[in-house]
């Protein structure tokens, strides 16, 4: 008797449970930041048009995972990411665009860029530069742009989940070279990657973040995370810093080896205690991320974490770090994008707001906190207006046979699962957990436009323009047409890439920008822009194209001006400084035009003590 009505609760209690949860859909609205009220979206004059397709912009990634035997419904969670980088590979001044696509068909996509003011165009070009599948191993994740022999070619550093390769440059219109043993063979499942030059010996170094462990994902299936665990150590990859020896090769270093594993997904650089040694953010799944001073020569790195920026705050699902000064106060905050669910997963991306000795996050509070399953997240002037406004993309999955219409959500076929006998789920195939087969998981979601006014975020993005429901993860800037209006393109996971071309209106719109030229190599990133205006006031900018999540953007800087803030002063250009010496090297630059891209080099100006 006593086992019948235990039988009759424990089914009443799943029932209930059912339906308990049956009431926690989520929906692609969730997660996002609420409409911007009436007088803030009359204010606005940001306005997009996508025009990936008619400006030639035709690739489409292609979901792949080195293990054959997975299915496509886990390949849709699995998938290697695309990337998106930006450089001007041909020389011709204008700003060219890479993809990759880790598909063996895929191989890394360039297409040079052939705009005219107001017409954007791109060709294909990817055979004349030795970049199709044909010449490249697939399983690509990230790829970036840099010169790291000195010869005055832009090179590449090719990441995989695999083994990685540095391909040199031969200049406009030859195929790249792969240069053999430049990475001593090392191999890992790397999703983070950037460049600096760490040491500061005049040689661009690579930092690697491998998301998974080191182990060869083509015969073994990776070991799922800790959800959400607060434990220092985790089942995932390394970071590593590989030196650069300045002839295109790299030795492996012991820099961060002090790091536990994490299942790590970006890393943004900068000097952020302005101690002249370049500082790294590293964003981590599952836990904590980590903040890692630079103590200088032959000193190496010390987290700081718990100092700098506390970890009650952290999201446990970072994503990207890009810096920039939004508050105007000449400081670098920090923007990390962080998953926001709700009913399942509630966090929020933060602005880290630099307070002098420690990060405060005030996301919630200005209005940047909510953007569904964030990844690649960048600040831009987008209206001219003179403050900073942010892109962020956004997406996560979408199993087979799913649209926009018709799918299921995935996370609460998970959430049903937890509470449901496996038994009991068989019989209804609603319940058919883990497939992803007919459901998403944060899929179709729009991507997110922050426009910035006086100190206040709003979510503008489906009435600027930015409406695709794409799955979008390398978000790069980019000004196509040279028209000092910062357009931005975004490479979606199983999809087409789109470009939103940058067609705001708006009255005495001003702007000044400042074009690097053969000085833009990556052993100048790190640089800081300080423009001052006849107002007295001052803004800065960082000189670092390859921070944010799988893209590298422009690498032109860009301020934007609004009628009160006067007439551009002087430029001054604080340079990484080479050798051991703390301080930056200092240049002022005057007569500067504004509504141009100002060309700066190192060896010009006015040297300052």
Sequence with gaps: ??????????????????????????????????????????????????????????????????????????????????????????????????????????????????????NPRFEEASQAYGLGPDKLQPGISRALFGDFNHDGKIDLVIARFGCHEVLLGQGPGRPFQP??????????????????????????????????????????????????????????????????????????????????????????????NGDGWLDLYIANDYQYDFLVFHRGADQGFREVTKEWAPQEY??????????????????????????????????????????????????????????????????ADFDNDGQLDLAVANGRARGPNSTAENARSLWHARAIALDVPYFLRKLDPRLDYPSTNGRHRSGFARSCVFRQNSGKFWDVAPFAGVTDLEEGYGLALIDLDSDGRMDFVVSNLGGPAVLYHNETQRENQRWIGFDLGPDAESINYGAEFELELSTGEKRIALHFPSNGFNSQSDHRIHFGLSPEDGEPVSLVVKWPTRGTAASGERVKHTNLKPLAYNEIRRASGERLP
């Design 179 to 272: 240069l053999k043993n430049a990475l001593q063979g090392y191999c890992s499942n790397v999703v983070g990657l950037n460049l600096a030059d760490f040491d500061r010996d005049g040689n661009v170094d690579i930092f690697f973040s491998a998301y998974w462990k080191e182990d060869d994902l083509a015969k073994t299936l990776p070991r799922a995370p800790r959800l959400r665990s607060s434990r220092a150590e985790q089942p995932g990859g390394r970071r590593v810093i590989m030196r650069g020896l300045g002839d295109g090769r790299f030795e492996m270093t012991d820099w961060l080896d002090f790091l536990p594993r994490s299942y790590s997904n970006n890393g943004g650089i900068a000097d952020i």
């Design 1 to 118: 008797m006593i086992g019948k009505y235990l039988s009759v609760a424990v089914g009443a209690v799943c029932i209930t449970s059912l339906f308990w949860r049956g009431s926690l859909r989520d929906s692609t609205n969730n997660g996002f930041q609420a409409s911007p009220p009436a007088h803030e979206l009359e204010d606005s004059k940001i306005q997009f048009r996508e025009v990936a397709q008619s400006a030639g912009l035709d690739f489409h990634n292609k979901l792949w995972f080195p293990n054959e035997k997975i299915s496509p419904s886990t390949l849709a969670l699995l998938a290697i990411f695309p990337s998106t980088s930006i450089y001007d590979v041909d020389g011709d001044g204008k700003p060219d665009i890479l993809f990759t696509d880790a598909h063996p068909d895929g191989g890394l996509k360039l297409y040079l860029n052939r705009s005219e003011p107001g």
């Design 314 to 379: 952290h999201g446990l699902n970072g994503m990207n770090a890009d810096f920039g000064d939004f508050n105007r106060d000449g400081r670098l905050d920090l923007y990390v994008s962080n998953i926001s669910a709700p009913p399942f997963v509630a966090y929020n991306n933060i602005l880290w707001t630099h307070m002098g000795d420690r990060y405060v996050d005030r996301s919630r509070e200005l209005g940047a906190a909510h953007c569904g399953w964030s990844w690649s997240g960048k600040w």
